[in-house]
């Protein structure tokens, strides 16, 4: 089976940086997913690892360490409009599991004037 | 806009009763996921199909059922309702769905109340 951990709720000041910190037990493992999703919206995508280490798409930055089943998204140069939930989900490297992704809880970040 | 479109938005519908949720996905894509996503179980994925053909199974009801078509649209199938199963319902596509790795692109989902 899948497990994957992530705060429920972090706050941060308009400009400033937040780090939101995943981490997974997986019996199998493909790559991981970060999405964004707006309250009552579709989750959009945002980025994604499978080799350890850093990506880099403009404000936002994704990391990976595979041995330690951890990964973060750090979102720099915060707006009101990153207020948001976002989404850890792993997908799985079986055949049974096709290209499932496993979805964490969800972290709400409120962004603060 | 993903380019994935969903049917109807909203659904309000009564115990007991069957509805039929309808989804494109985006041209081009061959896989199609279905999700359901409530308050208190966050995004659960239900089934994917991959060209026609059921590819992988999650955590799916028996009473639930999809089919995709030869065009790629997809129906999730959603039998002798309870109000347990009300939830916003989310199709996603991807390009291929063989084991390797690419992004899922969600439709705006289908918001579902049983009364």
């Known amino acids: 089976g899948q497990n994957i951990d992530q705060p429920t709720e972090m706050t941060a000041t308009e400009g400033a940086i937040v780090q939101i910190n995943c981490t997974y037990q997986?019996?199998?493992?493909?790559?991981l997913f970060w999405y964004q999703q707006h309250a009552g919206e579709a989750p959009t995508f945002l980025s994604y690892?499978?080799?350890?280490g850093l990506e880099e798409k403009g404000r936002f930055s994704s990391f990976l360490s595979r041995s330690k089943g951890y990964s973060y998204l750090l979102l720099k140069e915060l707006q009101m409009k990153d207020s948001a939930s976002y989404l850890c989900?792993?997908?799985?490297?079986?055949?049974?599991?096709?290209?499932?992704?496993?979805f964490g809880g969800g972290t709400r970040v409120l962004v603060k004037p | 806009d993903s380019g994935v479109t969903q049917t109807p938005k909203h659904l309000i519908t009564a115990t007991g009763q069957r509805v039929t949720l309808r989804c494109s996905p985006r041209?081009?894509?061959?896989?199609v996921y279905w999700y359901q996503q409530s308050l208190d179980q966050g995004l659960q994925f239900l089934i994917q199909?991959?060209?026609?053909?059921?590819?992988a199974k999650g955590n799916i009801l028996e009473r639930f059922s999809a089919q995709q078509f030869p065009d790629l649209h997809s129906e999730l199938n959603l039998s002798s309702l309870e109000l347990g199963d009300s939830a916003l319902y989310f199709c996603?596509?991807?390009?291929?769905?063989?084991?390797?790795?690419?992004?899922?692109?969600f439709g705006p989902g289908t918001r579902l109340t049983v009364t």
């Open positions: 996603a596509s991807s390009v291929e769905g063989l084991g390797g790795l690419n992004e899922q692109y």
């Open positions: 997986t019996s199998g493992f493909n790559g």
């Open positions: 690892n499978v080799l350890d």
């Open positions: 989900a792993v997908s799985g490297s079986s055949k049974a599991a096709g290209n499932k992704l496993t």
């Open positions: 041209s081009g894509d061959l896989s």
């Open positions: 199909y991959y060209n026609g053909e059921e590819r």
